[in-house]
């Protein structure tokens, strides 16, 4: 499986930004795609992931401003995020999961500064 995600950036507080990760190559019946993040000096952590019967998850931090979506194919998943706050900053990793195996995309910088 191959993960192509874009769509981050810089933008001010309050502003918004939509992350799109792409799925290609072995794509299971059975999977979850999501977004984890990691800001410097600490771990790797779930923002938000959402299955292929359409459960979604969120960490606390991001409910009721981040949104996680999927298409009709369940192979490009999209993460809207509304009213960023700096805390936000870190890189963000799609993650694909099917088989039981993890897939992780490239990494897509977010930024979040007045």
């Known amino acids: 499986v191959q993960l192509q995600a874009s769509g981050g950036g810089l933008v001010q507080p309050g502003e918004s930004l939509r992350l799109s990760c792409a799925a290609s190559g072995k794509i299971f019946r059975l999977n979850r795609m999501g977004w984890f993040r990691q800001a410097p000096g600490k771990q790797r952590d779930l923002v938000a992931i959402?299955?292929?019967?359409?459960?979604?998850n969120y960490a606390d931090s991001v409910k009721g401003r981040f949104t996680i979506s999927s298409d009709n194919a369940k192979t490009t998943a999209y993460l809207q995020m509304n009213s960023l706050k700096p805390e936000d900053t870190a890189v963000y990793y799609c993650n694909y999961r099917g088989g039981f195996i993890d897939y992780w995309g490239q990494g897509t910088q977010v930024t979040v500064s007045s």
């Open positions: 959402i299955t292929s019967n359409g459960s979604t």
